[in-house]
């Protein structure tokens, strides 16, 4: 088990890397990096909303007003409930 | 009694996407205390200052924000007089039984033109955990985390503020205590029942029944740290529950009595009626709801 991983923004230069267990969007944060825009970061509001590109994944409940089971199932979540089990690549999706 | 029809905001419903969580913040932090885990899941708070059973209602789902808003009227006469108002004024009334919520009598409820439920009631079982009424002392455990005297207020985002003004005042007899004023009508309105400066605000905004914020008294700023509204006068510090409710903590503000008049402020002043000392809004405080 990596201690880390390293997740990329597709579309910024942003490259960071998240313990192992915490959310991106908290890692983000704590790096000063602003590529994903920050809202309520408890998984309530989709401003945080991105598409997983690659790499393996869990996430903490997100709500269902912003994430529909389909989206979950094409890579969509939310990077506040987003736990790294890989490196990632994400990509911000807007609303 | 000179305080008439409706009282106050009694309580609101919210919803949570993890209860555990939930209560760790609303307990733990805000200070509020447990009344009751009820069999349907939802579970009951209250402030250390507050007479009635219950204020705020946690509902875990799959989404958060906010299921009713609730006022506490003075009498359950005036229930039948307000349902009659609100159906002349053109809105569809709904009961709902005793003992939905325990310790609560009758409610009747409603849809506003901003989406939002909102119900009344005026029978709430006395909490046994309140404020001492016999040679009263200031309170009975120590208070926990941010001491919240109680639920205060909330900030419901939704089309058509200017209908909704209209509803609250000439229906529910409510006061305009400040407003947002545009060419076009009002934009953000604060809206009260007693003297407090506001038992709830709304802004307009495109989609119907979202959420701001639900706001809890503090007897002190000294209680958090403060910045200030211009807009009510009120010392303020924002955060956000686990499930990305917006949370206030709130003190002071002005007194407001039935002849003062409304406040406006224009647009181009809003940064510095919302945040006095900083004189700038961001987007995250005007966009992100639940």
């Known amino acids: 088990m990596s201690d880390s991983f390293t997740v990329t923004v597709e579309g910024s230069d942003a490259q960071f890397s998240c313990p192992d267990g915490e959310r991106v969007l908290i890692a983000m ?6 590529p994903i825009p920050v809202g309520c970061r408890g998984g309530g509001c989709g401003t945080c909303r991105v598409r997983v590109l690659s790499g393996t994944y869990r996430t903490r409940k997100m709500s269902r007003a912003h994430v529909s089971e389909a989206d979950e199932r094409a890579g969509i979540v939310l990077a506040c ?3 790294p089990e890989s490196d990632l690549a994400v990509k911000f999706a807007g609303a | ?16 996407l993890e209860m555990d969580e939930a209560l760790a913040h609303y307990v733990g932090h805000i200070g509020l205390e447990l009344v009751d885990k009820a069999d349907d899941g939802r579970v009951y708070l209250k402030g250390y200052d507050e007479f009635d059973r219950h204020s705020i209602v946690l509902r875990e789902a799959d989404a958060p924000g906010v299921d009713v808003m609730a006022f506490k009227v003075a009498r359950d006469s005036d229930l039948d007089g307000f349902e009659k108002r609100i159906v002349d004024f053109g809105l569809t009334v709904d009961t709902v039984a005793p ?28 909490s046994d955990n309140g404020p001492f009424i016999e040679n009263p002392d200031i309170w009975r455990d120590d208070p926990r985390g941010m001491r919240a005297l109680g639920f205060d207020h909330c900030l419901l985002y939704g089309p058509n503020v200017a209908e909704v003004t209209r509803f609250f005042t000439e229906v529910l007899d409510f006061n305009l205590v400040e407003k947002v004023q545009t060419p076009d009508g009002p934009i953000a309105v604060w809206l009260t029942s007693s003297t407090k400066s506001h038992e709830v605000a709304f802004v307009e905004h495109p989609e119907p029944g979202k959420f701001h914020h639900v706001s809890f008294a503090l007897e002190s700023w000294n209680d958090v740290g403060p910045t200030r509204h211009g807009i009510t006068r009120g010392q303020t510090i924002y955060f956000f529950d686990p499930s990305g409710n917006r949370n206030e903590v709130f ?7 039935p002849d003062h008049p409304t406040r406006v402020w224009t647009p181009d002043q809003l940064g510095k009626g919302i945040f006095y000392y900083e004189k700038e809004l961001n987007d995250r405080f005007l966009g992100v709801v639940t």
């Open chain 1, 29 to 34: 944060e704590r790096q000063g990096l602003k």
């Open chain 2, 1 to 16: 009694m000179a305080l008439t029809g409706v009282l106050r905001a009694g309580f609101v419903q919210i919803r949570v």
């Open chain 2, 251 to 257: 003190s002071g503000g002005y007194s407001y009595f």
């Open chain 1, 81 to 83: 409930r987003l736990i």
């Open chain 2, 99 to 126: 003992g939905e919520q325990p310790g609560l009598g009758r409610r009747i409820g409603f849809t506003l033109v901003t989406g939002h439920r909102i119900e009344l009631y005026a029978e709430a079982a006395r």
